[in-house]
């Protein structure tokens, strides 16, 4: 069975300030993993996934197969970066295939001024 | 390029009745995957569609049915509507790059 974890609900930072979100997971096989954000009004959109190894509007996070985590980081958080964030996971299958994503909780993150 | 839609945006139905949601994907995807979102929890896969066929299906009844059309666009119906079937549905399409990609959602509410 494939579980995604956030163990935090809320997470409120100053502007400025580091910001980690954290993610847990468990899966028997190779994953996937994603980070989606949900920003005021709008509609779930992907920030980053860790095969791309792509940095999105600062935004990083390292697949640690060991500790199984993949937590989201920013060294500096912004007042735009408010909004729903939700780890998740797919089955890593030959080619690729973006299958079934398995979705944790979210967590709110409110950077305040 | 047109994004996903989906509609109605809202829905209020009783319980026993049936409702049918709609989903127009991106241009150029070929696969459509619908998700449950109950209040307070992240999306829950309900299944995908890949041209045209069921392609995975997550731990939801029967009465949880889909389609998908031959221009891609598909369809989630649910019968016998029970309480605890309120929630916002997502439907998300994908193509080559295999990325999904989220409508808006209907929010469905069950009396």
């Known amino acids: 069975a494939q579980r995604v974890t956030q163990p935090e609900k809320l997470l409120s930072v100053f502007k400025g300030a580091p910001v980690e979100l954290k993610c847990n997971y468990s899966?028997?096989?190779?994953?996937?993993l994603f980070w989606y954000v949900q920003y005021s009004r709008q509609r779930l959109q992907l920030l980053l996934r860790h095969i791309s190894r792509e940095s999105i509007k600062g935004f990083t996070a390292d697949l640690n197969k060991g500790e199984t985590s993949f937590h989201l980081k920013k060294p500096f958080a912004q007042e735009e970066d408010s909004a729903m964030y939700y780890c998740?996971?797919?089955?890593?299958?030959?080619?690729?295939?973006?299958?079934?994503?398995?979705f944790g909780k979210g967590t709110l993150l409110t950077v305040n001024p | 390029e047109t994004g996903v839609t989906q509609s109605p945006t809202h829905l209020i139905k009783t319980r026993g009745q049936q409702v049918t949601l709609r989903c127009s994907s991106q241009?150029?995807?070929?696969?459509v995957s619908w998700y449950q979102q109950a209040l307070g929890q992240g999306p829950q896969f309900i299944f995908q569609y890949y041209r045209e066929e069921e392609n995975g299906r997550g731990n939801f009844p029967p009465r949880f049915s889909g389609l998908q059309f031959p221009n891609y666009s598909s369809e989630l119906n649910v019968n016998a509507l029970e309480l605890d079937d309120s929630a916002l549905y997502l439907c998300a399409s994908s193509g080559q790059q295999e990325t999904q990609y989220f409508g808006p959602g209907t929010r469905l509410l069950v009396l």
């Open positions: 899966y028997s096989g190779s994953p996937e």
């Open positions: 241009s150029g995807h070929n696969t």
């Open positions: 998740a996971l797919s089955p890593l299958r030959s080619g690729g295939s973006n299958y079934k994503l398995t």
